[in-house]
């Protein structure tokens, strides 16, 4: 037995090492992290392996043998690394020495443009803007190339509906729940938001585009913390405050942050209505302050060197109150006479409440080449109102109103390599569940007829495959999602019952052929669905006065979106793009005007058919060393075609818009530097509303404090106060026109600070699933 016991001692190295993995990591003499350094691995002058590291780590696999091995790291402006290897070896710590021969040649620099136009998607760069960076997460989202809020608080991306992701999940939030949910979160959390307006059949066909907000990953071992803090002053004052941690060792990385938020502003809406035999005009001046919590934490665990577990929980909580002020004046029909006024008052207090659980499970097999990922999310919503209306003090109605939603989804992703194709397959089932009560109380008596108890189910399963390659010149790229949806809307008051089931298929295609390294053309093709959000499915209403109100729709059904883009770039910066769009049974906000009862109210409605067709161009300019130029504009024939009420229109117009940002560098030393956005939109149509050219003009200055850790931001949104949007209505009897104005110039002073500094590596066993870890934090 002692001999056995020995010769099994004898062999366990030989054993160990058949088959070896080599890890390390490799800094700057300052102890950096560096990205995208070469390594290689050779054994007398035969190559072995190689690899480029991540976050500074790196993985070589499958060694076989133990001795005679050379180990090189190479990157741009660094001396080469060389060092003689046995194996088995503990993790090899690198230090790669400035190369000052190559550093006298060439500018090396880091950051990165403020805005990319990648061969998917626009990629607007936020901690390079010193506007979009100094405030709220909803004020990025706003100055995003192509992105556009309307009146209503929804989002379009060059002319399309929008679904909004957070590093890669669609957060299920739409309307004024986006708004609060992302006026809560400071924009200091934010390193990148893509626009992408043919998304590949990875993402959810739901949307007619996809905004995709990517939050900062920190890339450093040990404990990190950034402070955040802003004042905003307009007529009211407003502020936030977040702190953002994480701490990363070896196998663990733990991260989180939290957000306050209060907010002091004020939202106008007028309308001028001609009932035929009378005009009103209403004045709706609301004061509206609200206080909001956001908070996230999460933890990853390396299980092996190709498996991460991870757990992460998010939440916000948010209570409002607003006061109204709501005089109407009602003339004769030739506005020549004031026959009567109607002085009324409106409180509302609402409440919300979101929470996201997610638990991820990621495996990566053939150094990368194969990969597994798993997620399975519950999401519980919450909101109530308490709204108060009075009308010369003889009419009051009381609305207490509820909603709670419920999401469950569950997917899984696998990536793959057959032959000289990329494949991505995988499969997603999600469960919504919304209960919606809403109750009317006139004067102190209960209505049931007023009142309504809706609820609303959505279940959906889908699988999808993405393919692609590259073939000399010509990259492919298509994909093809199927999507099963049942849905079940039943308004228990009304005892009324909506059902519907259906498959779907979304084919995208992608081509791009690369004439050289300065010329290339792609050709993009998507087919998407815009399903109406729960907000424009509750029938509850929302009054404003006794005649003015605001109300869902239940019976809303999805709209189907084809979309095509052919596009040229010319040396990156160059771009022009023609794009057709057309939406079917779109779904939209209307006003309805009923001459009778003098009632006017906001639903929402399928329709027929809107069609956008149009050309963009996009350029980057770099007039000299301190100045940098975006400058993007866009032509555009639109058409709205539908029957509505007891007729039908075809509408056509022309529009136009033009975005310009101009940074400029003061002094690079301590950080000093200048930005300034002008964005204007022209006339243009949708359904019946004719709106009202729009523009903005915002300015912005930072500079570095503190021996670079403190940056502070001053800037200054929409100087001459003419972003409003103004809106006539002239179809049939339906004769009115509306502004709605959120305030807008505002000026706001953030600083920021940063705690922590980078480790050199310690000797652990680091792997290259690192790339897992930066994943949504």
Known sequence: MKKIYILLLTLLPLFAVAQSTITGTVTDAEGHLLDGVTITLSQQNKYIATAITDLGHFTLTNIKGTQGYTLTATSMGFQPYTRELQLPADSIPIILQPDQKQLQGITVSAAKPLIERQTDRVVFNVENSIIASGGTSWDAL???????VNSDNSISAYRKGVEVYMDGKPLHLSGDDLVNYLQGLPSSMITRIEVLTNPPASFEAQGGSVINIVTKKVKKQGINLALNGNYIQGIYGSYNGSATFNYRKDKVNIYGNYGYGHKHTYMDNRTDINFGDSWWKTNDHNVLTSNSHNYRLGVDYQLTDNQILGVLVTGNNRAGHSDGNIPTYIYSADKSTLDSTIATSSTDKKYGSGYTYNINYSLKLDSGKRSLNIDVDYAPYATSSYAHVNADN??????????????FSGKTDYVYT????????????????SDNKFTFIESDVLMPEKSNHFKYTENTTALYTNISGTFNKLTVQGGLRAEYTNTRGYSITLDSLNKRSYLKLFPTVFLQYKLNDDNQFQLTYGYRIDRPE??????????????NYYVGNPALQPAFVHNVELGYTYKENYTITANYTSISNIFTNVTVQDNTTKNYYITHQNLGLSVNAGLRIAAAFHPADWWDVNVEAGGYYTQEKSAYLQSHYNFKMFSYDGRLNQTFTINKKNGIAAEITALYSSPGIQNIYRFKELSEVDLGVKANVLKGKGTLRLTANDIFNAFTYRVDINYLDQQSSFYHKNESRLATLSFSYRLGKDIKAARSRSTASEEEKKRAQ
Do not use: C, D
Not at 142 to 148: D, I, L, M, W
Not at 418 to 429: D, I, M
């Open 394 to 407: 003889a009419y009051r109605i009381y609305t207490p109103t509820t909603q709670h939603i419920n999401i």
């Open 142 to 148: 706003t100055k995003a190339p192509g992105v556009t």
């Open 534 to 547: 729960y907000a424009r499915m509750n029938p509850a209403r929302h009054y404003s006065s006794p005649y």
């Open 418 to 433: 057959l032959n000289k194709w990329n494949l991505t397959s995988g499969f997603k089932y999600s469960s919504i569940e």
